[in-house]
C-alpha cells in the first residue's frame, strides 16, 4: 500500500463520490478533501447553467486537488478526495505529485439520472448527467485503482473499498 496514501474516489456525479470518501476517510483516519470545494466560480457558474466543463475549465481545478492532496500528504497524513476524474489524462494530472489509488464507483446511466435528477438543490443538472457519461474513461489496466458497484449499500461499499486499500490492490 502506498503510505500515506492518496486515494480518489472518483465517478459520474450522482454515483455517492462525496459519501463514500467521507466514510472512508474517517475510517482509515485519513484527512477528507471534497473535489467540488474547489472548483473555481466560473466552473461551478458553468455547470449551474448547464454548460459542460472543457478540459481547459477543469485543469485549474485538477491542479488544486492535486495541491490540497500534496499539502496533506506533506504534513505526514493520507487523504481521500472525492473527484469525477472521468478521463484517464484528469486521473495522470492528479497523481502528478505522487501515486494516487483510485476507487471508481460504477453505476449505470438510468441509476445515474435518476440520482441526479433527486438532487434538486446541487449545482451540477440532470442535462449534464449524459456529457459525464459520455465523457467518462473507466480505469485502464495500467491505472492503480479498484472498480466499485455503486448500488452497493453504503457498509458493503466501505468494507470493500477499505479492503481494496489495505490489500494494497
Known sequence: ?????????????????????RAL?????????????????ANIAAMSQGRALNDAMRGPWLDAITAAMTTQIAHGGGVVAS????????????????????????????????????????????SLAD?????????AETELGYTLDATLTQDKLLKTAKMAILSGL
Not at 31 to 36: I, K, M, P, S
Request: hydrophobic letters at 40%.
Open 25 to 41: 476517510a474517517e475510517a482509515l483516519n485519513y484527512a477528507y478533501l471534497e473535489g467540488d470545494d474547489l472548483h473555481p466560480p
Open 83 to 126: 473527484c469525477s476524474a472521468l478521463k484517464k489524462a484528469y486521473r495522470d494530472r492528479l497523481s502528478g505529485h505522487g501515486p494516487a489509488i483510485f476507487l471508481h464507483l460504477d453505476l449505470a446511466p438510468d441509476q445515474v439520472r435518476r440520482r441526479v435528477a433527486s438532487r434538486p438543490n446541487h449545482f451540477m443538472p440532470l
Open 131 to 139: 456529457d459525464q457519461i459520455r465523457t467518462l474513461e473507466p480505469l
Open 1 to 21: 500500500m502506498i503510505s500515506p496514501a492518496r486515494i480518489v474516489v472518483m465517478g459520474v456525479s450522482g454515483c455517492g463520490k462525496s459519501t463514500l470518501a
